[in-house]
T-cell receptor
Framework: NAGVTQTPKFQVLKTGQSMTLQCAQD?????MYWYRQDPGMGLRLIYY???????DKGEVPNGYNVSRLNKREFSLRLESAAPSQTSVYFC???????????FGNGTRLTVT | AQSVSQHNHHVILSEAASLELGCNYS??????LFWYVQYPGQHLQLLLK??????LVKGIKGFEAEFIKSKFSFNLRKPSVQWSDTAEYFC??????????FGDGTTLTVKP
């Protein structure tokens, strides 16, 4: 049971570099989400996709873009990384709106 | 916009002590309520959830939570904690729009 799989687990970037965080789920869930977790700030929603073909901004979308490639995959792209984007990123999925979230293991990103 | 407030940032207890973590939310409509737990170095996992019905909800590992609509609260309780309960606990609220809002988290340290 893979659940939600995120890659990579760790990444170090220099300011201005770009990268894409990958996320895939094998539970046939409709909704997928990207959160960032920072100490003392809980989880903040970056972007979400309520269903295949749709994406919407969350609380902190600036500096990020997303792609819902298909029902299984939801990627997060940093076009020009900044030190403020140093964080732990979690992908999550759910059956649909209002249902419990299933989280991936996270990606620890450091931007120097 | 909905918001979630967790009253305690860090709680330290001895084994066998009782636990209550506070959670209040602000949203006037119908909500789904969740508690998630994050063990050290791991991703978030669902502890329990409330959608409707009996306001006293039982979850895994002996945890329970009570939804008090008039107080906009969803406090987490456990009668007797164990060292293995050391973790960070997050309260979350999801509205009909499907987006989850998380509290800042409460770190629980249980001393053996």
């Amino acid at each position: 049971n893979a659940g939600v799989t995120q890659t990579p687990k760790f990444q170090v970037l220099k300011t201005g570099q770009s990268m894409t965080l990958q996320c895939a789920q094998d539970m046939n869930h409709n909704s997928m989400y990207w959160y960032r977790q920072d100490p003392g700030m809980g989880l903040r929603l970056i972007y979400y996709s309520a269903s295949e073909g749709t994406t919407d901004k969350g609380e902190v979308p600036n500096g990020y873009n997303v792609s819902r490639l298909n029902k299984r995959e939801f990627s997060l792209r940093l076009e020009s990384a900044a030190p403020s984007q140093t964080s732990v990123y979690f992908c999550a999925s759910s059956e649909g709106p209002g249902r419990a979230l299933h989280f991936g293991n996270g990606t620890r990103l450091t931007v120097t | 916009a909905q918001s979630v407030s967790q009253h305690n940032h860090h709680v330290i207890l001895s084994e066998a002590a009782s636990l209550e973590l506070g959670c209040n939310y602000s949203y006037g409509g119908t909500v789904n309520l969740f508690w998630y737990v994050q063990y050290p170095g791991q991703h978030l996992q669902l502890l329990l959830k409330y959608f409707s019905g009996d306001p006293l909800v039982k979850g895994i590992k002996g945890f329970e939570a009570e939804f008090i609509k008039s107080k906009f609260s969803f406090n987490l309780r456990k009668p007797s904690v164990q060292w293995s309960d050391t973790a960070e606990y997050f309260c979350a609220v999801r509205s009909g729009a499907g987006k989850s809002t998380f509290g800042d988290g409460t770190t629980l340290t249980v001393k053996p």
